[in-house]
């Protein structure tokens, strides 16, 4: 018998029962008193995740339209500086691109962003800086609040992909002056994908350009938001799930819910540590190992198929490989959302099992079971 | 005891319990071959709907998004002819004026497009004509093929908005002559809201634009559609749901899908009719009425509420009202997607007793009973 399947990987996450009974309702209409409750709960459960008091849009579309929709809609700027140490911050260069003159700052992926840099940048008259929170290519957290500083000395619109920290580790968006920040609902969150919410402060709008695509322009959804409504046809289960992932959030406490992504994240680098695996990202001293994915790097003479191909046949378990050119040298796991301390065991004893087997590890599984007491 | 709902609108449409069903499963990896299965199956099933053997691309989004990414995709022209005959029509305007210029040809909500018009904007420059297929504004079908034959006439890019004709009323995308069509999962298809397809002909690549929006790129999902993959996360569920909405079609056949569709439209009109309504739409000798919502002016002395909140109210039935200045001035019943004789003459006939009570019709019920035979 085939195992039945366990998503360990940095989004889609494993949804609980109770997400999946929640999308599975008769239509009711988009533009009913019952959808616009369902909508109005959803905004303002989510606006503590942000950590912020402004207006919140919510898109029928993956984290990617998100980000799209907050470089777009904020673009009256000469140029914006895209800081890329992974591929999501590639991506924001990438999009960026399409508005507006981009100063494109590379780093390895896998490297710390080097704020200076960044200081650099802003000095030479880039308007507006695009990052990455919480990179997963890499499992690299980059200094949100350190970069956000420093573009308020140049008056800077700061705009944040949160979209695996939201929910899954400490925003704090007003304090820390980021302006736009963007989350997806198969994240940190817990929900399916198919939603991407966009944090707005009042400071935003002064970089408004009105030439945004028709179907990312975020005043339209501001707009319709404050009557509880979405200016297109929304996905209406992925509301109605949505809504259920936030209330189990609100049940749990946001910070116990931040307390147990970091626990499970401590408890994956520990069996790490004590299996002789190395993680991959190159710290610095602004910035921090992901609380939601960790990336290691794949032992030498093991192939992806015969970790992750294996894990998925034998065990039913999904992880991650690296993307782009880290395909095959690190693999990633997943430990965001729902997910509890009986799903993360399995996946690192199963993994370590299939290592151990290839004599690539040492038995590590005790560490991890020590670290999650 | 408050009655469950049951959705007659222009979609989002009531679901089948078998649709409802696929989507409340645990989530699945969307790079996996299980996925992969799901997105291929999606592709091959839909095209017959458009009638092309082009590409199809499925973007996580609402029809709108799919509108602007055929507008946006395929701008490289000097001037687009947009035809505005209801709100869908000035959607394609406004969405258009983001791109290129744009000749909008309006018409009053309600009529029909005057073809010798079209002509005449075409010769005029336009290098493109985008337009409405099946209007639900007003319930009005204008007429494809025609308005293909005059573009093609001037060598010009023929865009369509399918979203509540494919999978409910004929559409010959290649016979036709149309390049690029979009639909909505909300609609004839008989799936929830949250997907939109967008079928494009190789010619539709003379007038691609690489300055298009990233999320809304063709190219990039027609590229990864090769691979069965998506450019960005996809709405895992939507897709389940999408799959299993397209087996249904395939089971009931889709000559036989369009004759259902006919003739629930056929039924609403003979009892509107009969009963002494009076349809919205101004036909001409090229429109013809939608066989998929049906448009009627609401009658003298009953307002909205009157109607549409006793009907919701006391028969948990919802029906749709006018849009912008049509508000109040009509009514609109959807009779799309997995709708069935049972739930037609359900709604008809409550709104027969509703617009009785008022002395605002005569009795027609059976007209419609008669037409459903």
Same mark, same amino acid.
């Given at each position: 018998?085939?195992?039945?399947?366990?998503?360990?990987?940095?989004?889609?996450?494993?949804?609980?029962?109770?997400?999946?009974?929640?999308?599975?309702?008769?239509?009711?209409?988009?533009?009913?008193?019952?959808?616009?409750?369902?909508?109005?709960?959803?905004?303002?459960?989510?606006?503590?995740?942000?950590?912020?008091?402004?207006?919140?849009?919510?898109?029928?579309?993956?984290?990617?339209?998100?980000?799209?929709?907050?470089?777009?809609?904020?673009?009256?700027?000469?140029?914006?500086?895209?800081?890329? !140490?992974?591929?999501?911050?590639?991506?924001?260069?990438?999009?960026?691109?399409?508005?507006?003159?981009?100063?494109?700052?590379?780093?390895?992926?896998?490297?710390?962003?080097?704020?200076?840099?960044?200081?650099?940048?802003? #000095?030479?008259?880039?308007? *507006?800086?695009?990052?990455?929170?919480?990179?997963?290519?890499?499992?690299?957290?980059?200094?949100?609040?350190?970069?956000?500083?420093? *573009?308020?000395?140049?008056?800077?619109?700061?705009?944040?992909?949160?979209?695996?920290?939201?929910?899954?580790?400490?925003?704090?968006?007003?304090?820390?002056?980021?302006?736009?920040?963007?989350?997806?609902?198969?994240?940190?969150?817990?929900?399916?994908?198919?939603?991407?919410?966009?944090?707005? !402060?009042?400071?935003?709008?002064?970089?408004? $350009?009105?030439?945004?695509?028709?179907?990312?322009?975020?005043?339209?959804?501001?707009?319709?938001?404050?009557? $509880?409504?979405?200016?297109?046809?929304?996905?209406?289960?992925?509301?109605? *799930?949505?809504?259920? *992932?936030?209330?189990?959030?609100?049940?749990?406490?946001?910070?116990?819910?931040?307390?147990?992504?970091?626990?499970?994240? $401590?408890?994956?680098?520990?069996?790490?540590?004590?299996?002789?695996?190395?993680?991959?990202?190159?710290?610095?001293?602004?910035?921090?190992?992901?609380?939601?994915?960790?990336?290691?790097?794949?032992?030498?003479?093991?192939?992806?198929?015969?970790?992750?191909?294996?894990?998925?046949?034998?065990?039913?378990?999904?992880?991650?490989?690296?993307?782009?050119?880290?395909?095959?040298?690190?693999?990633?796991?997943?430990?965001?959302? !729902?997910?509890?301390?009986?799903?993360?065991? #399995?996946?690192?004893?199963?993994?370590?099992?299939?290592?151990?087997?290839?004599? #690539?590890?040492?038995?590590?599984?005790?560490?991890?079971?020590?670290?999650?007491?």
């Amino acid at each position: 018998m085939k195992p039945d399947g366990l998503l360990m990987i940095p989004g889609p996450v494993k949804l609980h029962e109770r997400i999946i009974n929640a999308m599975a309702k008769q239509m009711i209409g988009h533009r009913s008193k019952d959808f616009e409750e369902v909508f109005e709960y959803c905004i303002n459960a989510i606006k503590p995740l942000f950590g912020t008091h402004g207006d919140v849009a919510i898109i029928s579309g993956s984290g990617t339209a998100g980000m799209e929709a907050a470089i777009a809609s904020f673009s009256k700027v000469r140029r914006i500086t895209c800081i890329d !140490n992974g591929k999501f911050g590639e991506r924001f260069a990438k999009i960026a691109r399409r508005y507006t003159e981009v100063d494109h700052l590379r780093f390895e992926w896998g490297e710390s962003v080097d704020l200076e840099r960044v200081e650099q940048s802003l #000095a030479n008259g880039s308007e *507006a800086v695009a990052f990455v929170h919480n990179e997963t290519s890499t499992g690299i957290l980059n200094p949100a609040e350190e970069i956000s500083r420093i *573009a308020k000395k140049y008056d800077a619109l700061v705009i944040m992909d949160g979209i695996t920290s939201v929910g899954g580790d400490e925003v704090r968006m007003d304090d820390w002056g980021v302006d736009v920040a963007v989350v997806g609902s198969q994240k940190c969150l817990g929900a399916p994908p198919g939603l991407a919410a966009v944090a707005v !402060n009042d400071r935003a709008w002064d970089f408004y $350009n009105e030439n945004v695509p028709f179907y990312l322009d975020l005043k339209a959804y501001v707009k319709k938001a404050k009557d $509880n409504q979405t200016p297109y046809t929304p996905a209406v289960p992925l509301f109605l *799930a949505l809504a259920e *992932a936030l209330r189990i959030i609100e049940e749990e406490g946001l910070e116990n819910r931040i307390a147990r992504h970091r626990k499970l994240a $401590n408890a994956t680098r520990k069996w790490a540590e004590e299996a002789g695996l190395e993680l991959f990202p190159k710290l610095n001293e602004h910035s921090r190992y992901s609380n939601t994915v960790t990336a290691i790097r794949m032992p030498e003479g093991v192939s992806d198929k015969e970790l992750r191909g294996t894990l998925r046949e034998e065990y039913g378990i999904t992880i991650s490989g690296g993307q782009e050119h880290l395909k095959g040298k690190i693999f990633r796991i997943g430990h965001m959302g !729902n997910v509890n301390k009986r799903d993360l065991l #399995a996946t690192l004893a199963a993994v370590e099992e299939i290592l151990l087997r290839k004599g #690539a590890v040492k038995p590590a599984i005790h560490a991890a079971m020590e670290a999650l007491r």
